[in-house]
């Protein structure tokens, strides 16, 4: 398993201008995402993935291209956190809030 370092993408691609149902374009997006190799997740609202910078922001790229192809238009909401020398972020972090909820409220 490579290492992936560097910075966790949360981000989400809306299809406008093709009616109300967006899945399968956002399919088309997560399939990429999951072909890509690198840790993702993706839940209802966002899809994470975590790795170098240029590889998340290329997937990405071609996230919406593929989503442009069959929309005249593509909405890319994207929040990052980079952070140089941290392996498995992706987990990392949930696990340190899992960690606390197991302990006794404060008081």
Same mark, same amino acid.
């Given at each position: 398993?490579?290492?992936?370092? #560097?910075? *966790?993408? %949360?981000?989400?691609?809306?299809?406008l201008?093709?009616?109300?149902? &967006? $899945?399968?374009?956002?399919?088309?997006?997560?399939?990429?995402?999951?072909?890509?190799?690198?840790?993702n997740?993706?839940?209802a609202?966002?899809?994470?993935?975590?790795?170098?910078?240029d590889?998340v922001? #290329?997937? *990405?790229? %071609?996230?919406?291209?593929?989503?442009?192809?069959?929309?005249?238009? &593509? $909405?890319?909401?994207i929040?990052?956190?980079?952070?140089?020398?941290?392996?498995?972020?992706?987990?990392?972090?949930?696990?340190a809030?899992?960690?606390?909820l197991r302990?006794?409220?404060?008081?």
């Open positions: 398993m490579r290492d992936h370092e #560097g910075m *966790i993408a %949360a981000f989400s691609i809306t299809a201008g093709t009616g109300d149902s &967006v $899945s399968g374009s956002v399919a088309d997006a997560v399939r990429l995402v999951r072909d890509s190799g690198l840790p997740e993706t839940n609202m966002f899809t994470n993935v975590e790795g170098e910078w590889e922001m #290329g997937l *990405i790229k %071609a996230c919406v291209l593929k989503v442009g192809k069959s929309a005249p238009r &593509v $909405s890319v909401v929040k990052i956190d980079h952070r140089p020398g941290v392996t498995d972020g992706l987990h990392a972090k949930v696990d809030v899992e960690a606390q302990q006794p409220p404060p008081g």
